[in-house]
């Protein structure tokens, strides 16, 4: 099984920006769907945003659409989320995660925490 590192969280003022990232290892994703979830206290985890490492179109949860873009860099093994006009709702721990055509997400990283003050 690979391995998904995230990194750019950290503590934004609302209506900030920040970039999250997300470096796949260990095994060659190039037919995964990727994807981005979330999680606030007290909340289930929620999805992001998806795109398939192959290319094709991405998908976004209502609330974050317009605001957030899912990229990806083949050549670096790397997804990426761009978060814009960060909102207070949007606080919570980031996590990638990866999936086969057709299977659920089974490959998950440690989480990255994001912070969004007033």
């Known amino acids: 099984q690979g391995q998904l590192v995230e990194s750019g969280g950290g503590l934004v003022q609302a209506g900030g920006s920040l970039r999250l990232s997300c470096a796949a290892s260990?095994?060659?994703?190039?037919?995964?769907?990727m994807g981005w979830f979330r999680q606030a206290p007290g909340k289930q985890r929620e999805f992001v945003a998806a795109?398939?490492?192959?290319?094709?179109?991405?998908s976004y949860a209502d609330s974050v659409k317009g605001r957030f873009t899912i990229s990806r860099d083949n050549a670096k093994n790397t997804v990426y989320l761009q978060m814009n006009s960060l909102k207070l709702d949007d606080t919570a721990v980031y996590y990638c995660?990866?999936?086969?055509?057709?299977?659920?997400?089974?490959?998950w990283g440690q989480g990255t925490q994001v912070t969004v003050s007033s």
């Open positions: 995660a990866a999936r086969r055509p057709s299977r659920a997400y089974d490959n």
């Open positions: 260990g095994r060659t994703f190039e037919t995964y769907t």
């Open positions: 795109i398939p490492w192959s290319g094709g179109s991405t």
